[in-house]
């Protein structure tokens, strides 16, 4: 199976060869790197830019003013922020001429801990990115909705923020993408450059196809009526675990991934909270003002009289940065362990 | 310069002139919340609209506008009442619609990309306009304008870095009106020079100094700065050294500051080259001004915004 990277790589593949991608851009993302996640390697359409994330924003939205389509990489996301009104610009331009101009333009970038980053590669930014209206948000949580999601990204008119968990960016998958081959040493081959001189090599691409995750729709992952559990990136397969742990326990966990921050799927989660009355929020962003606070009040509004116990934030600590050594990072960054534990007071809670 | 196009220049320049300060009457008298424009830049802006070349995609000028270029887009033909719909924040402005301040341009028929209150941020969409261009091949060029202090800003430094690379230059007109001063602080607390063209030489920048009151100067260099982007495929930084007539905004009052005027020297001109006498400029002026009057009253009784307008245009859906 594809791993996150691969995913991106095909997708972004099918971008430029099928959806009318004009350029990929970004620091390192042409060769001869491609990334350095990987995931833009054996691209035709890539090329490096200046180290300067004002400009590489400037530049999607001048492509996207003058009817390309861009996609933009900001190499670790933890490097945005010195770009932010770029990015409120380009989710403002529609708004502010009163629908005279729109950008098509994606915006990838990785974000959250999880590889040893230390604190300038382990930044969190949905919580600030979400303040950006006019921008639509998306975070995979495995290969398969990586591929749909950027290829929905892609076609979208609008700018889309594209976050890539990077903790998950070396992950495989555990369902093919349309036109994947079933044998990944085989993908191995086709698409992943080697390492050394690559000036000679070239990819040989496997036939995907359009398949796409539609913007706006979560996933169910696990079905239970005990606890409804809501995360996206990072986090989201330790859920699923924790839920699978607790399955054998007898205790029936539903695990949503969010998969679109913005605009977020609130019939599902609201379908979902009405059957459990109990809601775990789950993700590494700084707890204060954190997107999980938002997505509580409106589930609290939508489900008061559903609720059977107070519901629950889980989320990084709020402290400037995620520490290096592992004990800082662990403790500022919730975990399987954590998850399961508030799982499973969540599901006892009350009784 | 053709007298036939010295009379068109000194019209644009007077319907521009008069066009801001009836918006600066109309925010005095409470038709509108703030003002801010570039009366004193009209001798450089109205050449620039005239000289662009006008249209829709990559084939033609894009135009990254800061708020002191209303005389350029009345060059273009933008009609003065559309800049009286903006201060007005009427539904009816074309522009924004009644969202954003005076002067916050965007023409997407004419590649007038959206102006933005945000210094500087038009240096960095102008390289996205540009490659495309340069792509796209053919005349187009991205056209970029800000003020003096606003080339602190790094999207400034970015502008001639990006467009620079050696063998991926960009067909971009960078140009810096140079009116001295920003806000309240005077560029030589700020900058220790004012030849701000100069920063184009380490990056091997072709650059030009002009006059920015003289509209017949301004439009030669325009139009050789112009030709070398178009025909090089290269970008050249110009400085204009303007006039800040009315101050910065209405912030600091929108009174008359002093300085050159380039309108009432243009006039003198032309009357010692026999074209335009004082008596016909003051026709000109009168005529002007009573078209403003009839767009103000005119404008007063267009629609506002209304509530559901606050909801709409957040995302584009393209038509089904």
């Known amino acids: 199976m594809a791993n996150l990277a691969q995913a991106i790589r095909l997708a972004l593949h099918y971008g430029e060869t099928h959806l009318g991608v004009t350029d ?328 | 310069m053709d007298p036939k196009l010295a009379l068109h220049i000194h019209d644009v320049m007077v319907q521009s002139r008069q066009t801001e300060e009836a918006l600066i009457r109309m925010m005095r008298s409470g038709h509108g919340y703030f003002w801010i424009g570039g009366p004193g830049e009209e001798a450089f802006g109205v050449p620039l609209g005239l000289l662009v070349d006008k249209g829709s995609g990559p084939a033609h000028d894009y135009l990254h506008l800061h708020y002191r270029s209303s005389c350029t887009v009345m060059a273009m033909g933008t009609a003065p009442i559309d800049l009286l719909r903006q201060m007005r924040s009427t539904i009816t402005d074309p522009f924004s619609g009644g969202r954003n301040f005076a002067g916050h341009l965007s023409i997407p028929q004419w590649n007038v990309v959206p102006g933005t209150s945000t210094i500087e941020t038009q240096y960095v969409t102008a390289l996205g306009t540009a490659w495309v261009q340069r792509r796209h091949g053919g005349t187009g060029i991205s056209i970029v304008n800000g003020g003096d202090a606003g080339t602190a800003e790094g999207d400034f430094a970015s502008c001639l870095n990006w467009s620079s690379r050696p063998g991926q230059e960009l067909p971009i007109l960078m140009i810096v009106t140079h009116n001295g001063i920003g806000i309240s602080t005077p560029a030589a607390q700020v900058q220790n020079t004012p030849a701000l063209h100069e920063r184009a030489i380490p990056f091997g920048i072709r650059h030009g100094r002009v006059d920015g009151n003289d509209p017949q100067a301004s439009w030669a260099a325009l139009q050789e700065a112009m030709a070398y982007v178009r025909t090089e495929r290269r970008p050249f930084l110009l400085q204009a050294d303007v006039s800040r007539l009315y101050g910065h905004s209405s912030s600091s009052g929108a009174r008359p500051e002093g300085g050159r005027d380039c309108l009432s020297e243009y006039e003198a001109k032309l009357a010692d080259q026999g074209l335009l006498s004082p008596q016909q400029a003051a026709q000109i002026h009168e005529r002007w001004r009573e078209h403003l009057r009839d767009a103000v009253h005119q404008v007063l009784k267009e629609p506002m915004p209304t509530k559901d307008d606050v909801f709409t245009h957040i995302f584009y859906r393209a038509p089904d």
Not at chain 1, 112 to 121: E, K, R
Request: aromatic share 6%; glycine share 10%; proline share 8%.
């Open chain 1, 24 to 351: 990929i851009f970004g620091e390192d993302v042409g060769p001869p790197l491609g990334g350095v996640f990987t995931a833009t390697q054996g691209l035709t359409k890539t090329w490096n830019t200046p180290l300067d994330e004002r400009g590489i924003l400037g530049m999607a939205m001048g492509i996207a003013l003058a009817g390309g389509k861009p996609v933009a990489e900001i190499q670790f996301c933890d490097y945005m922020f010195n770009a932010l009104d770029l990015m409120k610009l380009a989710g403002n331009a529609h708004w502010t001429t009163n629908g005279g101009w729109h950008l098509p333009m994606v915006v990838m970038t990785p974000v959250g801990a999880g590889i040893h980053g230390s604190i300038y590669h382990s930044h969190s930014i949905e919580s600030i990115a979400t303040h950006l209206p006019g921008w639509k948000i998306v975070m995979p949580s495995n290969a398969k909705d990586a591929y749909g999601l950027l290829i929905s990204a892609i076609q979208d008119p609008n700018p889309v923020l594209y976050m890539a968990p990077k903790a998950l960016l070396r992950v495989k998958g555990d369902e093919l993408i349309p036109g994947e081959p079933a044998d990944e040493r085989e993908l191995h081959r086709r698409i992943d450059a080697p390492l050394g001189d690559r000036s000679g090599w070239t990819p040989n691409w496997p036939p995907v196809t359009d398949f796409s995750v539609p913007i706006g729709e979560a996933k169910v992952c696990r079905t239970g009526d005990r606890v409804t559990v809501v995360g996206y990136g990072h986090l989201l397969p330790a859920c699923v675990r924790a839920a699978d742990v607790l399955a054998q326990e007898g205790i029936a966990c539903e695990v949503i991934d969010l998969r679109t921050l913005i605009p977020f799927d609130l019939p599902t989660l609201q379908r979902s909270l009405d059957k459990t009355g109990r809601l775990l929020l789950v993700n590494e962003d700084t707890e204060v003002t954190n997107f999980g606070e938002h997505l509580l009040r409106k589930l609290v509004e939508r489900c008061f009289y559903s609720l059977q116990v107070p519901p629950v934030l889980l989320a990084g600590a709020d402290v400037p940065g995620v520490g290096l050594a592992w004990e800082l990072e662990r403790h500022s960054v919730p975990q399987e362990e954590d998850i399961l534990a508030a799982m499973r007071k969540l599901a006892t809670a009350g009784e």
